[in-house]
Nanobody, 124 residues
Framework: QVQLVESGGGLVQAGGSLRLSCAAS????????LGWFRQAPGKEREFVAGISRSGGNTDYTDSVKGRFTISRDNAKNTGYLQMNSLKPEDTAVYYCAAVSNVYTTPKSAEYRYWGQGTLVTVSQ
């Protein structure tokens, strides 16, 4: 069983930055890839970024490339999403997810464990 707890969301002005954290309660964190997803009001949940078990491979959706950075600290059982140059269209509930895979995947259905989400609101 894996429990994920996100933190770090909040209200920020356009152009600002936030760092989301995903703390995992699990015996062997390095067995799991991590993904960040988001869901805006009235929209479907979408993939934002993914990271491999070692952290050596990352993947991003096109709309956040160059602005967001996914990372992980395996010693702390924690994943991160650094979000810079935020735009109003980034406003959403952000979710951390994990699955015991070898490779990253952008498909939400393939993730087994999910956090409760943290709200990010970007104002004009």
């Amino acid at each position: 069983q894996v429990q994920l707890v996100e933190s770090g969301g909040g209200l920020v002005q356009a152009g600002g930055s936030l760092r989301l954290s995903c703390a995992a309660s699990v015996r062997t964190f390095t067995n799991y890839i991590l993904g960040w997803f988001r869901q805006a009001p009235g929209k479907e949940r979408e993939f934002v970024a993914g990271i491999s078990r070692s952290g050596g491979n990352t993947d991003y959706t096109d709309s956040v490339k160059g602005r967001f950075t996914i990372s992980r600290d395996n010693a702390k059982n924690t994943g991160y999403l650094q979000m810079n140059s935020l735009k109003p269209e980034d406003t959403a509930v952000y979710y951390c997810a994990a699955v015991s895979n070898v490779y990253t995947t952008p498909k939400s259905a393939e993730y087994r464990y999910w956090g409760q989400g943290t709200l990010v609101t970007v104002s004009q």
